[in-house]
């Protein structure tokens, strides 16, 4: 919690009361939350893909304005925001694009990153377009790249992050499990696959919460804030096959306040 940092301020404050000098030792919540100088950072899960409304200056980086990192800076009433999170990044776009909006002012810094590392993408079409056996080859790859490629590449950008934001609170968001089992009207979209792709969200939900307590930041896991409204549930907060493409298997805005934003809140206050 970063509540802490405030203490020094609260006690060095003052309140005149009836012309009386008086302690303000109690910071409201609002006025804590002002101080803060928040950076989001990421790739389409940070930038709100799926909620299918987005800033026009945004261009291809569709940043949402009911993406989880601007409702967090609504409901916060931070003192500043910068939306760097952009769709389709990979930790490699992160560093060489995002990491200019840090600065030793920024107080908070969220990202979620790593899925299109490890080829989020290529696991989506492999098993809504191919076979079983075709989905799980797809799976078992980005697995391989999760243990074996992306612990060095989040080690890489961690240590960027803190270097360039030395005074942040940093939060790593990870990925929900996509699907729901169960009937499920997408034609040929098993439950094996649906299975399969959970598992591969499972590993590399390991492995991203390994590398972030070992960069000694918080990972904040919304597995189980999204748990029963995964693509095939009664009621989705995971777009299923979609138009425009892009839209596909991204939590829309339901997802984003109803489960990532939460998961936010509960290492934030």
């Known amino acids: 919690m970063r509540h802490a940092r405030y203490l020094i301020g609260a006690v060095a404050a003052c309140t005149v009361v009836s012309g009386t000098a008086a302690p303000a030792f109690a910071a409201d919540s609002d006025s804590a939350s002002a101080a803060e100088n928040y950076v989001a950072l990421g790739d389409s899960y940070a930038s709100g893909t799926g909620t299918r409304e987005y800033f026009e200056d945004s261009g291809s980086c569709l940043r949402s304005p009911k993406a989880y990192p601007q409702l967090w800076a609504d409901s916060h009433g931070v003192g500043s925001f910068e939306f760097a999170a952009c769709s389709g990044a990979v930790t490699d776009d992160v560093n060489a694009d995002q990491l ?6 920024t107080t908070l810094v969220t990202i979620s990153i790593g899925g299109n590392d490890i080829g989020f993408v290529d696991v989506i079409t492999s098993c809504v377009a191919g076979t079983d056996e075709g989905c799980d080859n797809a799976v078992n790859d980005a697995s391989e790249k999760a243990r074996n490629e992306l612990p060095a590449k989040l080690d890489t950008t961690y240590a960027n992050i803190r270097s360039a934001a030395p005074n942040a609170e940093v939060v ?98």
């Open 100 to 105: 200019g909006s840090l600065s030793a002012d």
């Open 172 to 269: 790593v968001l990870g990925y929900p499990k996509i699907n729901e089992m169960g009937d499920c009207g997408i034609p040929f979209y098993s439950e094996y696959k649906r299975q399969r792709i959970n598992e591969g969200a499972d590993e590399l939900a390991s492995v991203i919460s390994e590398r972030a307590s070992a960069a000694g930041f918080s990972f904040a896991d919304p597995r189980s804030a999204f748990e029963g409204h995964g693509v095939c549930a009664s009621d989705e907060w995971i777009n299923g096959p979609s138009n425009p493409i892009q839209e596909s298997f991204h939590p829309d805005v339901d997802g984003h306040a109803n489960a990532y934003l939460p998961t936010l809140n509960s290492v934030t206050g």
